[in-house]
């Protein structure tokens, strides 16, 4: 029997309303080291945001605390005011103590300024998509949930998203708002979240992973490798494009600071992985 080559949804409809490229651009790598600072090449940070766009980009993921304030300012700098379609996801929910360092507020009061913060520095009326960056267990989750209820009721947010959580805390947080993204580190060979991801798949909610690549396992390298050289393809893109083959409602957010890494990661979206493409590298988590 030939081998068959699977095929991919190229986009997603994120709340309902957006539709959404599947390969979209995180942005935190804009910053400097340690996602501290201003980044080493401030204009070719800007480079990357304009050509992502150019290339089909529409949904660009960040965070209040990469920098921090950092990423959002240079993506207002690069690209407000934003084509019509171009969706920005922010988040809140960190502090940043210094390079590398990431404590949890998720109160009311951090969040409160934090989004305040996000929709000045972006240039926006209203956060298309939200995201609570990490539930704090300092803090109940209720009145964080409730909070973000109520920022969205002022129209200061449109769209709620997680980030790290359950399928338990997904539930919790349904009771206030409906969740339209989770965002939870996953990749072909750390696959601790897949219960989310079937969740998520079910219920028509956008799974966005974070550290998508992996690394460091030399086995999953070395097929990785196996099916790259078949496609003329690099490792990584091979990686980003088993997600994308994985399930519907992955939205992949690699992030770069260089044009010609970015412009390498854009072409995964034409790769197209055959069934026993998918069956090798689903030896990886065993699945």
Excluded: C
């Excluded at 986009?11 to 080493?40: C, D, Q, V």
């Excluded at 972006?122 to 009145?143: G, M, T």
């Excluded at 991801?197 to 070395?222: C, K, M, S």
């Amino acid at each position: 029997m030939a081998n068959t080559t699977s095929s991919f949804e190229k986009t997603f409809s994120l709340g309902g309303e957006y539709t959404i490229n599947r390969l979209g651009y995180g942005a935190m790598r804009i910053t400097g080291k340690g996602i501290w600072g201003p980044p080493k090449d401030k204009d070719e940070s800007i480079r990357v945001l304009k050509r992502a766009v150019e290339l089909g980009v529409n949904f660009i993921d960040t965070a209040d605390s990469y920098g921090p304030y950092v990423s959002e300012e240079l993506i207002a700098e690069a690209l407000a005011p934003y084509p019509a379609d171009l969706i920005i996801g922010t988040k809140g929910g960190l502090l940043r103590t210094g390079p590398d360092q990431w404590p949890v507020d998720a109160s009311p009061e951090h969040l409160k300024q934090a989004l305040e913060g996000s929709l000045k520095r972006l240039k926006l009326e209203q956060i298309q998509l939200y995201q609570l960056h990490r539930i704090d267990p300092k803090v109940p989750a209720e009145k964080t949930f409730a909070f973000l209820q109520e920022a969205q009721k002022e129209g200061k947010i449109k769209h709620i998203g997680l980030s790290e959580v359950s399928v338990a805390d997904i539930k919790h947080a349904q009771e206030f708002f409906e969740v339209v993204s989770v965002q939870n580190m996953y990749s072909i060979d750390n696959r601790k979240w897949e219960a989310e991801l079937e969740y998520t798949r079910d219920h028509n909610i956008a799974f966005i992973p974070w550290f998508p690549l992996g690394g460091g396992n030399v086995n999953g390298e070395q097929l990785l490798k196996r099916v790259a050289d078949k496609h003329s393809a690099t490792i990584h893109q091979v990686a980003l494009s088993w997600l994308l083959h994985h399930s519907p409602n992955i939205l992949l957010i690699p992030g770069t600071s260089s044009v010609g890494h970015l412009e390498e990661n854009m072409k995964t979206a034409d790769i197209s992985l055959s069934d026993d493409d998918i069956a090798t590298l689903n030896t990886l988590a065993g699945a």
